[in-house]
């Protein structure tokens, strides 16, 4: 049976959505069941047959980590490292989520596994301090580092697009930040994939959909998949501006769309344009997972 953890975030619940659509046997937790604790990781564990954990749990806000230093490490570095523990002791595999932010940005290419880390932020030094973990702990285990998450649950960058060009004549966004939009969708099927087939790839590595653009220009294509689908009602305009231009607590990597020659090799895996996605995601899934999202 497959564990799910941390099935109430924006993964998780997309994860829960795929488990169920291939008919699956898992059981799924979130907070009720914290990683922080040992005990109750064990106990709902016991009497079942784990095959694999799939960790979507996390401490997952940018910049509150900054503050928040000692709990994003303790939710995504010793939390991850408990699962780790419990998978070794079970005889499991263990898949777990990272993210494009243990890197600085600093490179003109996209990011393969074996480049140099170097976050620079709070939530960046913790994921990355997770990898060590399960790395260290010695347990069978897959970390998938991905970029720029939207998905049906939300909340996401495209949600937030979504109701401020609703809500405004124009927007701000950010046009020297570089990376991958990734669909929720997309990388379920890939973390899926690793246990679909056979599961002895241990090590780390990089999904994101295909293509790099700045937050501008998602912004962009999001309005226009936006009006297409019917989900802006209103005209918008959007203007670039500079990182510096908008105050954020935490720094973010200038440039992070990762390099998913690996998976594409190892998984046999045809990745999606993200701008495909997008469309889908807008034109398809969001309005049926949203029932009580009102549009124009
Ligand atoms: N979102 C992105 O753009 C992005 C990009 C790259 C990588 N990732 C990684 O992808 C994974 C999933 O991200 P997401 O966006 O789906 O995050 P999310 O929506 O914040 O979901 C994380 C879930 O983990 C739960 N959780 C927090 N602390 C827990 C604990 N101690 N025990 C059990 N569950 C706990 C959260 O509960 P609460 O909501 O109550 O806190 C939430 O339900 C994370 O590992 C994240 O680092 C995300």
Known sequence: MIWLVGNKGMLGREMEALLRRRRLDYTATDREVSILDPAALSRHAAGKRIDWIINCAGYTVVDGAEDEEDLATAVNADGAGRLAELAGELDAGLIHVSTDYVFDGTKAEPYREDDATNPLGAYGRSKLKGEEI??????????VRTSWLYGTAGPSFVHTMLRLMNERDAVDVVDDQIGSPTYTRDLTEALLAFIEKGGAMSGVYHYSDEGRI???????????????????????????????????????????????????????????????????????????????????
Request: charged content about 30%; aromatic content about 12%.
């Open 134 to 143: 399960i790395r260290a702990s010695g347990c069978r285990h897959v970390i």
């Open 214 to 296: 700045s937050w501008y220009d998602f912004a962009r294509e999001i309005f226009r998949a936006g009006r297409e689908a019917g989900l802006v009602s209103r005209p918008c305009r959007i203007y670039p501006i500079a990182t510096a231009a908008y105050p954020a607590r935490a720094r973010r990597p200038a440039f992070s769309p990762l390099s998913t020659e690996k998976i594409r090799k190892t998984l046999d895996l045809a990745i999606p344009l993200w701008d495909h996605s997008l469309r889908r995601f807008l034109s398809e899934d969001f309005r049926r997972w949203n029932e009580t999202y009102t549009t124009c």
